[in-house]
């Protein structure tokens, strides 16, 4: 199965990428911005911009791969607050270019969306029927991003994840469990929100959904996360006490007290059940997710 993966030096993109890597039915290509952060066997790696759609033209059009996934994003909602057309150009224009490529080349697109299109005032877990209504503009833009997806390409899955965990490579941002491990290691408070409710993603659950969404060809939106619906201070609390940590350094703070520049959803934890019933998807939890960062 010829597979390009976009955004494969990101954290997801690369997981994904070091997980399909080790099984011989894929034939991979990783593109990303810059070069390649942990060179490996069994793939090919090229270097390529994705806001210069003739690049990613020809890319797709030589590769004529079977899949596209795509993890390359502008992902971090406080700069693409203070940076809209940036934010537009990654994650409308260039996702729009990639799904019109997938539709030429006749692959299956699979793009990766998130949980900050909805806006966070429903009090259970949204579904794939639920209308988005994103609060800040990487969500809009995001959200754009899917809606591009849909209407360019015939056979494609949005893929929504949410605050996403587990072991960074060196070079690659890290996460909010990872940033409370380091710094109760270091003896320091941490101020987390204690309002702000999400269902936290193990990076390997990540790539199991997408690659069992890569063998069916049913369009549409897909919640690929962990099962667990959380505040950020209670997923604090479990990060101390699976690593053994200080938890009275924990500061649990209201999101008006947090005072973000950035609005963020209230509640946005994602129901998978589509997923468990459809795909076999079985997350798993967030222990044993944490495994891997010890
Ligand atoms: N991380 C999270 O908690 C969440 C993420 N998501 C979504 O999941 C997806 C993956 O997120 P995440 O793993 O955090 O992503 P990262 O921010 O870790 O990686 C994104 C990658 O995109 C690549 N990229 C950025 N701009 C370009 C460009 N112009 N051309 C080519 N490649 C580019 C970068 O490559 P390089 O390193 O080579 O510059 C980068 O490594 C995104 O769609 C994000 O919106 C959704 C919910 C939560
Ligand atoms: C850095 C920090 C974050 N938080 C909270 C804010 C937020 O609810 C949560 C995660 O914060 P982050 O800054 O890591 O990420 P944030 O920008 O909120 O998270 C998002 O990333 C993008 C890419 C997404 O698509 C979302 O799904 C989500 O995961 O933790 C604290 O409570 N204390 C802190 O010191």
Not at 151 to 167: F, L, T
Not at 171 to 192: S, Y
Not at 207 to 226: F, P, R, T, Y
Not at 229 to 249: E, M
Request: charge should be negative; aromatic fraction near 8%.
């Amino acid at each position: 199965m010829k597979t390009l993966i976009i955004g494969a030096n990101g954290f997801t993109g690369r997981r994904i990428l070091q997980s399909l890597s080790r099984q011989e039915i894929y034939e991979l290509t990783g593109c990303s911005l810059h070069e390649d952060i942990l060179p490996g066997n069994n793939y090919r790696f090229v270097q390529a911009d994705m806001n210069n759609h003739p690049a990613i033209d020809r890319l797709i059009a030589e590769i004529r791969p079977d899949v596209v996934i795509n993890g390359s994003a502008l992902s971090v909602p406080d700069y693409c607050e203070s940076h809209h057309e940036e934010a537009y150009a990654a994650n409308v224009l260039a996702v729009e270019n990639i799904a019109r490529c997938c539709e030429r080349a006749g692959s299956r697109f699979i793009h990766l969306s998130t949980d900050f299109v909805f806006d966070g005032k429903k009090a259970e877990l949204y579904t794939e029927t639920d209308t988005p209504a994103p609060v800040n503009y990487y969500g809009i833009s995001k959200y754009q991003g899917e809606q591009a997806v849909a209407a360019n390409c015939s056979n494609y899955a949005n893929v929504r994840v949410v605050v996403v965990y587990g072991k960074a490579l060196p070079g690659q941002h890290g996460n909010i469990l990872q940033l409370v491990k380091n710094r109760l290691q270091a003896g320091q408070e941490i101020r987390v929100v204690s309002d702000q409710y999400r269902t936290p993603t193990w990076v390997q659950d990540i790539a199991d959904g997408v690659e069992k969404l890569m063998h069916i060809s049913q369009n549409g939106i897909w919640h690929i996360c962990g099962d667990e619906c959380l505040s950020i201070a209670d997923i604090a609390y479990r990060v101390a006490d699976y690593f053994k940590l200080d938890r009275s350094l924990i500061v649990p703070v209201t999101t008006e007290e947090m005072n973000e520049a950035t609005p963020r959803p209230r509640f946005s934890g994602l129901s998978i059940e589509k997923a468990k019933r459809i795909l076999g998807y079985a997350p798993h939890s967030l222990e044993e997710g944490m495994a891997e960062m010890k």
